[in-house]
C-alpha cells in the first residue's frame, strides 16, 4: 500500500512536470516561428522546429509516467518500471535526429553560399534578442525538470532535462550566427549551427546509453553494491556474505543476496534474520524495489565441527 502511495506521487510529479513543459515548447515555437519570419531568420525558424518536436516528446513522457507508475499485475509481476527507460530511449533518438536534421540544413546553406555563390540573408535584432532570452528560458526548465527527475526517480524526466540543454545549445548556435550575421559574416549562421549539433548529438548518445542500461538490467554501481554488502556484514548473526548481485530496473534496483548463518539455526529462526535483513535494507535504500536472500548454512563451521 505504501509503495502504490509513492508510486502515485511519482506520477503526479511527472505528469505536471511534461504538461508544463509542454505548454512552455509549444509557447516557445510559436514566439521563434513568429519572429523568425518577421525577422528573417531561418535558424530561429529551425529551432521552432525543435521546439514543436520537444513539445511532442513532452508528450510521449506524459503518457510514459501514466504507465510507468501503474501497480505491478497478473501480466507484469515486477511493476512497469522499465517503460520510464524505453521512452528515455526514444527521447535520445529524438534528440540525434534533431542534431540531424540542424547539422543536414548548416551543411546545405554552408554549401550553397561557398560553392554556388548563395546570398545569406541577415535576420534583425529581435531574432537575437529572442534566441539569447530562450538560452535563459531552457536553462530554467532543465533546473526545475531536473529536480522533479530527481524526485520523481524518472529516467524519462531527467532525459527530458537533458533534452533542454541540448535545445540551449542549439539555441546558442542561433544566437551566434545571427549575431555574426549582423556583423557581416553571414556565413557564421550555418557554421555555428552545425557545430552546435555535435554537441546535441552527444547529449543524445548519452540519454540513450543511460536508458538502454537500464532496459537491459545493467548491474548497478559497484560502490553502492560494496555499501549494501557493508551494511549486511555488520550483522552479528550473518558469518559470511556468499554472493551479492544488483541488477537495475528501470531506475530502481533488485538485489539477489546469499548469506551463511550458523549451521545449527532452526529453519524459523533463519527465516526470521533473513527477513529482518530484507525490511531493513528496503527501508534504507527506497531504490530497492526487492531484496531476494537465501541462507546458506556457515560450511566452515560445519566442517571444524567434523
Not at 41 to 59: E, G, P, R, Y
Amino acid at each position: 500500500m505504501k509503495e502504490n502511495m509513492k508510486e502515485k506521487d511519482e506520477e503526479k510529479i511527472i505528469v505536471r512536470t511534461s504538461i508544463w513543459m509542454m505548454a512552455a515548447n509549444a509557447g516557445l515555437a510559436g514566439v521563434k516561428i513568429a519572429f523568425g519570419i518577421i525577422g528573417q531568420s531561418f535558424a530561429l525558424i529551425s529551432d521552432a522546429v525543435n521546439s514543436i518536436s520537444d513539445a511532442l516528446t513532452n508528450l510521449v513522457v506524459l503518457i510514459s509516467g501514466k504507465f510507468s507508475r501503474k501497480a505491478k499485475d497478473e501480466d507484469h509481476p515486477y511493476g512497469h518500471e522499465k517503460i520510464d527507460s524505453m521512452v528515455s530511449v526514444f527521447l535520445g533518438i529524438a534528440i540525434i535526429i534533431t542534431a540531424f536534421e540542424i547539422a543536414k540544413t548548416a551543411v546545405e546553406r554552408l554549401y550553397g553560399y561557398f560553392f554556388e555563390n548563395e546570398m545569406l540573408t541577415v535576420p534583425s535584432l529581435a531574432t537575437l534578442i529572442v534566441a539569447l532570452s530562450v538560452i535563459i528560458i531552457k536553462e530554467i526548465m532543465y533546473r526545475i525538470t531536473k529536480v522533479k527527475a530527481d524526485k520523481a526517480r524518472s529516467q524519462a524526466l531527467e532525459a527530458m532535462a537533458y533534452d533542454h540543454r541540448s535545445d540551449e545549445l542549439a539555441s546558442l548556435g542561433a544566437a551566434i550566427g545571427i549575431g555574426g550575421a549582423q556583423l557581416g559574416f553571414s556565413y557564421l549562421e550555418p557554421f555555428a549551427s552545425l557545430v552546435i549539433a555535435l554537441f546535441v548529438f552527444r547529449v543524445g548518445f548519452m540519454v540513450i546509453r543511460a536508458g538502454f542500461s537500464q532496459v537491459v538490467d545493467q548491474s548497478a554501481d559497484p560502490e553502492l553494491v560494496d555499501e549494501i554488502k557493508q551494511v549486511v556484514t555488520a550483522y552479528d548473526q550473518v558469518h559470511h556474505v556468499d554472493d551479492i548481485k544488483m541488477r537495475m530496473f528501470g531506475r530502481k534496483y533488485f538485489i539477489d543476496l546469499e548469506i551463511s548463518l550458523r549451521h545449527d539455526l532452526t529453519l524459523e529462526r533463519a527465516h526470521e534474520i533473513a527477513e529482518y535483513i530484507h525490511d531493513d535494507l528496503e527501508t534504507r535504500y527506497p531504490d530497492v524495489k526487492h531484496c531476494m536472500i537465501h541462507v546458506n548454512p556457515d560450511r566452515n563451521e560445519i566442517d571444524r565441527k567434523e
